[in-house]
């Protein structure tokens, strides 16, 4: 039945809790939202002040369930009831799992949040590995309401486009703006006549986010970021091909048999890299393969086995050039990668492999380059014009780009998130834009060396607060002297 013909609000919230796309989970959250008659523009932004709406209104078995879990969450002491960061106003440049969950922190503190997000659809198949700590955060937060199987026994994965879905959800709930086909372009100074900050995007014309003044801009838009005034430092380590391609899991008897891998590397057990190009001349440095909506399979291939195998047509000392499209021949990596599935999961030969579609509606089996990551020099900066001050941060990809096979993506990302949200909290209570930014700095210098070994574990403690996750923590690392550069301010003579 069309939703807009459902007028019962607990029979609606069923239906937003089990959307699955990015479009119907905004739809049936308007059309919940309509049904309760609840108006954003009359209840106000931030302080929590939906989220306190939606609670008194919705009290089936399943959403009490979740506002238990989310109240937990709440109280703790940084978020002061919703009202630490009741003045702020912050804009989050995409809608990958990095803002998003970042926009529940913000929420959490009482800041008006707006996500905008240039794309419209949660297409990534691809697997993120979770440190233990991420799944316990998840799951406070009610992931498991969303969905059922999240981190079921020894379960330490999830889709992307799935903990999109997820963490899309919760931020809805919590009063978070979620705008799709939106553009971040550039920031727009504040100016006698128009006294705020403010951002241009596209389209021009947005009903809300044209005109929206924030304090606090956020660039959480992946690799290729799009913030200006952060530079960014490459680690150009030794030649890395990956490939990652998922295929459909229909579930049979021979697919539940299928033995995940969560990595395997050449120096740690040669033996089945050997076998594996004795049988297929297929030469890999690690594979790994996760079962879920799909079969997930991320492996770092060696040059001159795709050059044999025919996959890379022309070799070149350059790799960009090496791995140009027109330097791929996609036919033969898509054999390749079947083959390199084949062998991973003892398939019978009976055993097809079938390729899940990416959102252009291909096969989804894709190259990448890891030869070079990239990581921002600094995480904030704060700018000040016409007496008014920005906190601008980086966030997930933005931040620290990571090596997919060793699955540190999100674990390093919720870190590095959390970091951030301390740093508007301390911004939002008008510390002192050097200090702010010292502290932000020095927690970012332990951020790439973190590991869920050399990090608290007592993961029911943590918090924003930097304190409560990393051992050897100094908030004064870094000297104003290294960090004076990133308070840009006209009042500064
Ligand atoms: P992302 O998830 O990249 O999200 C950034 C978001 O910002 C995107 O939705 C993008 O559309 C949006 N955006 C960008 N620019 C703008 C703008 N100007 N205005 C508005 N919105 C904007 N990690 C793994 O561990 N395993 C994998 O197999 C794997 N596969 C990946 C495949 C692809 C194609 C990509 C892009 C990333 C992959 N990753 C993988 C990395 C992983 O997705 C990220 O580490 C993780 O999602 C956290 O990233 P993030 O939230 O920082 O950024």
Redesign the pocket.
Known sequence: MPTDVINKPDELFEIFVNAQTFKTILHSFDDLCRVLRIDRKLIGYGKRSLYKILTSKLTSWKSKSLWAKIDKRGLQKEYENGYACADTKVCI???????LRLAIECALLGARCVV????DRFS?H????LWPYVITDLKNLGAKVFYGKFATGQIEHIS?RQLQCILLKIALLLGVEIYQN???IDTIEPTLTQPNWRAHFEPVSHPVVSTYDFNVLIG???R?N?LHGFQHKEFRGKLAIGI?CNYVNHHTREEQNFEEISGVAKIYNPQFFNELQQQTSIDLENIVYYKNETHYF?MTAKKQSLLDKGVILQDYPDAARLLARDNVKFSQLCNFACEAAQFATKSTSQFKFEFAENHYGTADV?MFDFTSLFHAVNASRIVERNGKQILMGL????LLE?F?PT?S??GL?FFGLFDTAWAILKFAKHEHPLKVLVERESVYMLLSQSTPENTKNNYQLYSINPATRYQSLNSKMCTIEEIRHLYDSDSIP
């Open positions: 440049v995409g809608a990958g799992p990095v803002g905008v997000e240039k794309r990534r691809n697997v993120l590995h992307i939106v553009t971040f959480a838009d992946g290729r799009s990652t991320v894709q966030v997930g990809d933005s990571s997919w699955g993506g999100a990302g």
